[in-house]
């Protein structure tokens, strides 16, 4: 009898020899004291009989089911999360946002945590606060090292919001006794920006965030 072939409802097991005499008798070809096979009852429905093979076969089961993994790489990280509403102004106003804890898993699989700053210059669209929150959520199981991470989260940012200005510090808390702090800036040439406002330079490197 194969184990597909077993599966019923979920009924009390009696193992144990007195319970299976008081429970359910003998069932025929089957002496209690000689049990080839288990008697099964749920309530007060008649008992079942099944062979000694059906537990082993839901213990092979059991055993050949695959782990489960929920750990993710980097690719896995889903920007639609990310939601927009219309700009309410159309006048130059900057708006500044601080995720204080966001947590992913480093390249070794251990938990990273760090603080990301954001500074965001609207065109059109701003950001919905919530979505970034799911959107940061969803990095807790993310595989992904300090700097591929920043980098997707401002491509992310961009391609979404398409600000007139984006800037993002990753704060990253110490590892290994090191700790890391990441800044991208739109503003820059190199990130194809105009180098039009320009505060950045000149700006003394320190752990401090000004916002």
């Known amino acids: 009898m194969g184990c597909q072939d077993v599966m019923g409802p979920s009924p009390s097991v009696f193992l144990d020899k007195s319970d299976y005499q008081k429970n359910c008798g003998k069932v025929k070809g089957v002496g209690a004291d000689n ?3 288990f008697v099964l009852r749920r309530g007060n429905n008649s008992g079942m009989e099944f062979p000694k093979t059906y537990f082993l076969c839901i213990i092979l089961l059991v055993m050949k089911a695959p782990a489960v993994d929920s750990k993710r790489l980097y690719d896995a990280i889903d920007k639609t999360i990310l ?3 219309p700009n309410p102004s159309p006048e130059a ?3 500044k946002i601080k995720v204080p804890e966001c947590t992913f898993l480093g390249v070794h699989e251990q938990p ?3 603080s990301i700053y954001l500074t965001f210059y609207p065109k059109k669209k701003i950001i919905e606060l919530k979505s970034l929150k799911l959107y940061v959520y969803q990095l807790r199981d993310i595989v992904v090292s300090y700097e591929r991470l920043i980098n997707i ?3 992310h940012l961009m391609e979404v919001y398409e600000p007139e ?3 993002i510090v990753m704060i990253c808390n110490p590892r290994g006794g090191i700790s890391s702090r990441l800044t991208i800036d739109s503003d820059w040439k190199v990130r194809g920006g105009q ?3 320009r ?3 000149g700006n003394e490197d320190t752990w401090e965030v000004v916002m």
């Open 165 to 167: 200005r984006l800037r």
């Open 195 to 197: 180098e039009k406002f």
């Open 93 to 95: 106003y900057e708006i």
């Open 153 to 155: 989260i401002y491509d």
């Open 83 to 85: 939601k927009a509403l």
């Open 35 to 37: 049990k080839k096979s």
């Open 112 to 114: 990273d945590f760090a």
């Open 199 to 201: 505060d950045w330079i």
